[in-house]
C-alpha cells in the first residue's frame, strides 16, 4: 500500500507551546488517562499552568470558578463522592442528584416515580469580553467537562473544523469516555475503571466570530447520559425528569425562540415524524452550546455566521480502539461526523442559522485522504499495480467500521 499523505499539521489550543506535529495539544490530550485528564484540569484550575488560561481570562474570580466546576465534575466521574451518593438501592450515578422524599419501599413503589431527583449547580458562564454572561444550571459529567473546556480562552482566528474544532470535540468525547459511563468494547474501556450507563451518543461544538475579531467562542455540550435509564427500577421517570431539566435550560434561557412553553414532548418533529428517532426537546448535545451561542437576531447580531459539528461516540467504542487522533476524511473520526437530528434543524431554522455550516460534510473536502481515490483511467495502464494494492485496504476497512 503506498503511504498515505501527511496529515495536517494542527492548529495550537490552549496556549500550548510544544514544536512538532506529534506532541500537538490534540494529539497528545488524546491519548490521556484519567489520572492525565484530572491532573491537567486541576493544574489549570490552580494557575499551575502558565500558558492556559489566556491573560484576559486570568483573574482570581474565573480561577476559582474554574476550581468549582473542576470539582463538581470530579465529584461526578467514577469513584467520585456525587458518584457515589446518595445510592439508593446501590444505585450510583454520574449525574448530580437527591433522593425523592416521595419514593416508597422498592417493593411497593410504583414504576412510574423515579427514587431521585435531579439537582444542580449554578454555574455563571463568564469566559470572556462578549460571551453571555448568564447563570446556567449544571449537573451532568458530561457537560461539566464541556464547560470546563469551553472557559479556557477563545479559538485562534484561523480555527476551522479540521484543524480545531473536529479534533477538540474528539478530544471531549474522549475525556468523558475516560472519566464515566461504560463502553460496550472493553478493550476501548481500558485504562479507566467502567462507570455508569452508556457515554452519550453525542457530543457537539458550536462556535462563532468574537466581535472584536480575534478568534472564536466555542461551546461543547453532550447529548442526554450519566446513568443506565434503561435499567434503572423506575427508569422511564428518571429520564424523563433529566430531560425535562435539559428542556428547561433551553426555554428558559435561549437568548431567541428556539422552544416555546407547552413544546416538550409534543412539537418535536423526531417524535412526531414516522421514522423519527422519538428524542424530545433538549436530548440533544446542542442543548448548552445553542443556549450559548445562539442570539437575537437583529441587524448587528446574525447566527448566519454560527457553524457546529456534531460528533457521535462510534469512533470511541470500537472492538480495536482508536489510540490516535486521526484527522483524514476516511478515518473514523471523520466518519463519526453527523448531521444536526431534525429537532436540531428546526431550532436552526427558527433562529436563521446556516444550516450549511452544520453540515455533516462540511469542509471534509479540506481534510486528507489516507486511502486517495485510484488514479484515473490513463494512468491505470502505466501503474496498475499500485491501483490494486491500494484497493484492498480500503475494503479491509469498511469491514472494520461497519463490524461495531
Ligand atoms: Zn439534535
Redesign the pocket.
Known amino acids: 500500500m503506498a503511504n498515505p499523505p501527511p496529515e495536517p499539521d494542527l492548529l495550537r489550543p490552549y496556549g500550548d507551546p510544544e514544536k512538532g506535529v506529534a506532541n500537538n495539544w490534540f494529539r497528545v490530550k488524546f491519548r490521556f488517562t484519567r489520572e492525565d485528564i484530572l491532573k491537567w484540569m486541576k493544574d489549570v484550575a490552580s494557575k499551575n499552568n502558565p500558558n492556559c488560561p489566556p491573560e484576559e481570562l486570568r483573574t482570581d474570580d474565573h480561577f476559582k470558578f474554574l476550581l468549582e466546576v473542576y470539582d463538581q465534575l470530579e465529584s461526578l466521574a467514577t469513584g467520585g463522592e456525587n458518584y457515589e451518593k446518595p445510592a439508593l438501592n446501590k444505585h450510583k450515578c454520574h449525574i448530580y442528584r437527591e433522593l425523592n422524599p416521595g419514593y416508597g419501599p422498592k417493593q411497593t413503589q410504583s414504576k412510574l416515580v423515579s427514587d431521585y431527583l435531579v439537582k444542580s449547580w449554578t454555574n455563571n458562564y463568564d469566559s470572556g469580553p462578549d460571551v453571555r454572561n448568564i447563570n446556567l444550571n449544571y449537573w451532568c459529567i458530561y457537560d461539566l467537562i464541556g464547560l470546563f473546556l469551553s472557559l479556557l480562552g477563545s479559538a485562534p482566528p484561523a480555527a476551522d473544523r479540521n484543524n480545531y474544532f473536529l479534533p477538540l470535540t474528539a478530544v471531549y468525547a474522549r475525556w468523558c469516555s475516560r472519566l464515566a459511563g461504560k463502553l460496550k468494547n472493553k478493550a476501548s474501556q481500558a485504562p479507566s475503571d467502567p462507570g455508569v450507563g452508556p457515554i452519550p451518543m ?1 457530543f457537539q461544538c458550536t462556535w462563532r466570530d468574537r466581535k472584536d475579531g480575534k478568534g472564536k467562542w466555542f461551546f461543547l455540550g453532550a447529548s442526554l447520559g450519566g446513568d443506565q435509564f434503561a435499567d434503572n427500577p423506575s427508569g422511564a421517570d428518571w429520564q424523563m425528569k433529566v430531560q425535562m431539566e435539559r428542556f428547561r435550560i433551553l426555554r428558559e434561557h435561549q437568548q431567541t425562540v428556539m422552544v416555546r412553553d407547552g413544546d416538550f414532548n409534543s412539537t418535536e418533529p423526531e417524535k412526531n415524524l414516522p421514522d423519527g428517532t422519538g ?1 424530545l426537546w433538549g ?4 442543548t448548552y452550546p445553542f443556549v450559548q451561542c445562539m442570539d437575537a437576531f437583529d441587524v448587528i447580531n446574525s447566527n448566519q455566521n454560527v457553524q457546529g459539528l ?1 460528533l457521535s461516540k462510534l469512533f470511541i467504542d470500537q472492538k480495536k480502539p482508536v489510540t490516535d487522533y486521526s484527522g483524514y476524511a476516511d478515518d473514523l473520526i471523520w466518519k463519526s461526523v453527523r448531521p ?2 431534525r ?2 434543524g428546526d431550532i436552526l431554522r427558527r433562529v436563521q442559522a446556516n444550516q450549511d455550516l452544520f453540515a455533516q460534510a462540511f469542509e471534509m473536502d479540506r481534510a486528507p485522504l489516507r486511502n486517495p481515490p485510484a488514479p484515473p483511467q490513463d494512468a491505470e495502464v502505466e501503474e496498475g499495480f499500485v491501483i490494486r494494492d491500494m484497493k484492498e485496504p480500503l475494503i479491509q476497512e469498511m469491514v472494520e467500521v461497519t463490524s461495531n
Open positions: 453525542m428524542n436530548n440533544c448535545a446542542e456534531a444536526p437530528c429537532n436540531c
